[in-house]
């Protein structure tokens, strides 16, 4: 879905002991077989995640698996040369999460379409209705009535996109086993079956909590404007130019897009030598 703004605050509220509930440990039933969505998004995959030429999905190590970053680094330094620029500047990314696959994906729902400040506070509220992150379970959530998520500044919206993701978990449409199991393309399809998570949000959680590598945010405007200032492009880039620019990126698209963001964060301001290349190029 939409795009948070990251930054770092403090929270500033906390929630009070009486809106605390408990639940008793409960087992999720694991999924077996995948019963079939009649409803997927329709969106181009192709132009987010990698395939082979059959149009099968490719495999690749994650991102946290020793030296990988390493090795995204050597293959972007030597594709790219404005990109080199940019590693140059800033330090090497870092791709860690221990959250669970359900917990990531109902972060990102709350996260969704919030200032980050916003966002942070009602997070911390929402882990301590639950006692704790490891209580957020399909079945807990289930047994919060979307009242009690509307009194620590849930949208009843939102928490119908919660209700609708525990509710695939329980049924056993999804699992965090089998979600870790499957291809991207498959992924891609499954978890925008689920209301409110949409591509940017997919992707996102594609990158930061399963680290894969190959993965091209198309949607995401940080990217997007990182590609028009480190290339010069006259307009900002749509999936199609940004599938085009990043193809020599690939299989580490995630990391290259992860230097997009940082050079944002830096306001748009490149590195001089960096500089000097675009400006060659759009005199070119």
Known sequence: MKKPIHTSD?????????SKITFPPRKIRKLTTITPITKIAEIPVATAISTNSDNSPKIFKPLTFKG??????RHLRDKDP????LIDAHRPPTFESSRSPFLSLAKSILYQQLAYKAAKSIYARFVALFNGEDNILPDAVLAVSPQQLREIGVSYRKASYLRDLAEKYTDGILSDESIVEMDDVTMF????????????????FMIFSLHKPDVLPVGDLGVRKGLQVLYGLKELPGALKMEEVCEKWKPYRSVGSWYMWRLMEAKG????VAKAAVTSVEAA
């Open 189 to 204: 399809k499954m978890l925008t079956s689920v209301k409110g998570i949409g591509a940017w949000s997919v992707h996102m």
């Open 269 to 272: 301001v490149l590195p001089n």
């Open 68 to 73: 990988e970053v390493d090795i995204a680094l």
């Open 82 to 85: 404005l990109l080199a620029t």
């Open 10 to 18: 403090n929270i500033s509220q906390n929630p009070s002991a009486s």
